[in-house]
């Protein structure tokens, strides 16, 4: 359904420029492709499932990471990217493992459940692991480049003052 709402968008777009140049050509068409186009997101919307996650404390984070260290299989498939380019990330976890474990952690809509979980396609796993770890390292992009107002000395380390006066980590 999704590609098919893709491709609508794109012919719908390409009818609204034909429409804009030559009215005669697009005549219609336009009109029809806006009705499948909101009769395929109104489907779209009523198959959908809403989930709410939520950044859990570090500390948390790092204890299920802990209870899920990177499987021999991938250490091995490290050993040989390594060699190739010796700059290739170690992995810090199984991720396999930790998914399901860090987002009954911050999962705060739908209920959790295994069952759930295990009738998930593949896809749909990693999806939500990718949601689930980046709330959790989402603070990791801080904008610091304009947050110096100015520099003080006092004969150790030049220190900067952001420029609202204070950082406020975001709460959870």
Same mark, same amino acid.
């Given at each position: !359904?999704?590609?098919? $709402?893709?491709?609508? #968008?794109?012919?719908?777009?390409?009818?609204?420029? *034909? =429409?804009?140049?030559?009215?005669?050509?697009?005549?219609?068409?336009?009109?029809?492709?806006? #009705?499948?186009?909101?009769?395929?997101?109104?489907?779209?919307?009523?198959?959908?499932?809403?989930?709410?996650?939520?950044?859990?404390?570090?500390?948390?984070?790092?204890?299920?990471?802990?209870?899920?260290?990177? *499987?021999?299989?991938? $250490?091995?498939? %490290?050993? =040989?990217?390594?060699?190739?380019?010796?700059?290739?990330? !170690?992995?810090?976890?199984?991720?396999?493992? !930790?998914?399901?474990?860090?987002?009954?952690?911050?999962?705060?809509?739908? =209920?959790?459940?295994?069952?759930? %979980?295990?009738?998930?396609?593949?896809?749909?796993?990693?999806?939500? %692991?990718? $949601?689930?770890?980046?709330?959790?390292?989402?603070?990791?992009?801080?904008?610091?480049?304009?947050?110096?107002?100015?520099? *003080?000395?006092?004969?150790?380390?030049?220190?900067?003052?952001?420029?609202?006066?204070?950082?406020?980590?975001?709460?959870?």
């Amino acid at each position: !359904m999704l590609g098919e $709402l893709d491709q609508i #968008r794109h012919t719908l777009k390409l009818a609204q420029q *034909t =429409e804009k140049y030559n009215p005669r050509v697009g005549e219609g068409s336009v009109a029809a492709l806006e #009705r499948r186009l909101s009769e395929l997101a109104e489907a779209a919307a009523d198959g959908s499932l809403e989930v709410v996650v939520q950044a859990i404390p570090g500390e948390e984070f790092d204890d299920i990471a802990r209870q899920h260290p990177p *499987t021999l299989t991938q $250490l091995d498939r %490290w050993r =040989e990217q390594a060699k190739v380019f010796p700059l290739a990330e !170690m992995p810090e976890w199984d991720d396999r493992g !930790m998914a399901p474990d860090l987002l009954k952690a911050c999962l705060v809509e739908p =209920e959790w459940s295994d069952e759930w %979980w295990r009738g998930l396609s593949k896809g749909t796993q990693n999806q939500l %692991w990718n $949601l689930a770890l980046s709330v959790q390292v989402a603070g990791a992009d801080l904008p610091f480049f304009n947050a110096a107002t100015g520099t *003080t000395s006092g004969g150790g380390d030049l220190l900067t003052t952001p420029s609202n006066g204070a950082f406020h980590p975001p709460m959870s």
